[in-house]
C-alpha cells in the first residue's frame, strides 16, 4: 500500500506536469483550483497571441501508475464514482480528464461527456485514448470553451467562485502578487491571505504587469486598494512584491444572497388571508383571519 505521503507526492506530479503541458506547450493560462473543489482540479484558461480569450475549460487530474493498469485496444480504460459523473457532466465548463503516468511521463487527456461513457448501476468507465496525448497538437480539441461576450464572462467568473467568494462575506483578506521584472509572464504568485490562516495560491501567472487588469479579469468580485507601504523587494531582488487589502463587492454580495434564495426557496410565512364578514348585511366587510 503506497504511503499518505507517496500519494500526495505522486498526485502533485500530475497537476506539475499539467500545469508545464498548458504554460510552455500551449501558452494557456493554468489555474490551480485549491480552495473548495468538488472534482475539479483546474481551470485552464485559452489564450490567442499570449492574450486571455475568457474560453475556460476544467480538468480533473489523476496521477499514477495504477491509471494505466487497465489497458484495451484503444488506451486506457478509467473507472469513477456516479457523484462525480454527474457533476463533470453538469459543469458550466467543459471537463477534460488528464490522466498522468510518472514512471514513463506520458500524460492523456478524455472528454468527459456521458456519451463516452460506460455506465452501470454502481460506476462508471470512460476509455482514454492511448493516442490523446497531451501537448499542443491537441490545442483544438482542447479549445472548447464557451465563446462569451463580455457580459457573459463575468457572469461565468461569479458562478465559478461562487466557493471562494463565500470566504469573504465575513471577513477581509489581504492578497499578494508578485511583479517579476525579468520575465515575460511578470505577474504571478498571487495569494490570498486571511487571518490566522496559511496564504492560498490562487493564481499561478497572468500576461500582463497591470494588476487593475489582472484583477478585473481574474476577481471582478473583488474591490481592492493597496496597502500603505505595500511594495517591497522580493529577497531574490528580481521582483516588486504588492500587498492590496481585498474585500467582497456590494454586487458580489447580492449574487451570493440570489443563490442562497435560489437553492432554498421561499421559506417566509405569507400574511393571512382577508376574509368576509357575514355579520354585516349591507355590503361585503373583510376582516383578518382569526383561527384562535
Given at each position: 500500500m503506497a504511503s499518505v505521503v507517496g500519494s500526495a507526492l505522486t498526485e502533485r506530479e500530475g497537476v506539475i506536469a499539467a500545469d508545464a503541458i498548458f504554460t510552455k506547450q500551449f501558452r494557456w493560462l493554468f489555474r490551480e483550483q485549491k480552495v473548495l473543489d468538488f472534482g475539479v482540479d483546474a481551470e485552464v484558461e485559452i489564450t490567442e497571441d499570449d492574450m486571455p480569450t475568457g474560453k475556460l475549460i476544467a480538468l480533473q487530474i489523476k496521477s499514477g501508475t495504477s491509471f494505466f493498469k487497465q489497458e484495451i485496444k484503444?488506451?486506457?480504460?478509467?473507472?469513477?464514482?456516479?457523484?462525480?459523473?454527474?457533476?463533470?457532466?453538469?459543469?458550466?465548463?467543459?471537463?477534460?480528464?488528464?490522466?498522468?503516468?510518472?514512471?514513463?511521463?506520458?500524460t492523456l487527456y478524455q472528454r468527459i461527456e456521458e456519451r463516452l461513457c460506460k455506465i452501470?448501476?454502481?460506476?462508471?468507465?470512460?476509455?482514454?485514448?492511448?493516442?490523446n496525448a497531451l501537448n499542443a497538437s491537441a490545442a483544438g480539441d482542447l479549445a472548447a470553451g464557451p465563446d462569451l461576450d463580455e457580459e457573459?464572462?463575468?457572469?461565468?467568473?461569479?458562478?465559478?467562485?461562487?466557493?471562494?467568494?463565500?470566504?469573504?462575506?465575513?471577513?477581509?483578506?489581504?492578497?499578494?502578487?508578485?511583479?517579476?521584472?525579468?520575465?515575460?509572464?511578470?505577474?504571478r504568485n498571487a495569494r490570498l491571505i486571511f487571518e490566522g490562516e496559511e496564504p492560498i495560491e490562487v493564481g499561478g501567472w497572468y500576461p500582463t504587469d497591470d494588476i487593475g487588469l489582472a484583477m478585473q479579469n481574474l476577481f471582478p468580485w473583488l474591490t481592492y486598494e493597496y496597502e500603505d507601504d505595500s511594495t517591497k523587494w522580493d529577497v531574490s531582488g528580481e521582483a516588486d512584491i504588492f500587498t492590496l487589502l481585498v474585500s467582497l463587492r456590494p454586487e458580489a454580495k447580492a449574487y451570493l444572497e440570489a443563490e442562497r434564495f435560489f437553492r432554498e426557496g421561499i421559506t417566509d410565512e405569507p400574511p393571512d388571508q382577508p376574509v368576509r364578514d357575514d355579520e354585516e348585511d349591507d355590503g361585503w366587510i373583510y376582516r383578518i383571519r382569526d383561527d384562535d
Open positions: 484503444e488506451g486506457y480504460v478509467f473507472y469513477g464514482e456516479m457523484r462525480h459523473l454527474k457533476y463533470w457532466t453538469n459543469h458550466v465548463l467543459p471537463m477534460f480528464l488528464i490522466l498522468h503516468n510518472p514512471e514513463t511521463g506520458v452501470t448501476d454502481k460506476r462508471w468507465s470512460i476509455v482514454v485514448p492511448r493516442d457573459g464572462q463575468l457572469r461565468l467568473r461569479f458562478s465559478l467562485d461562487a466557493p471562494l467568494m463565500e470566504r469573504f462575506v465575513d471577513a477581509d483578506a489581504k492578497m499578494i502578487w508578485e511583479y517579476w521584472f525579468n520575465k515575460s509572464l511578470s505577474l
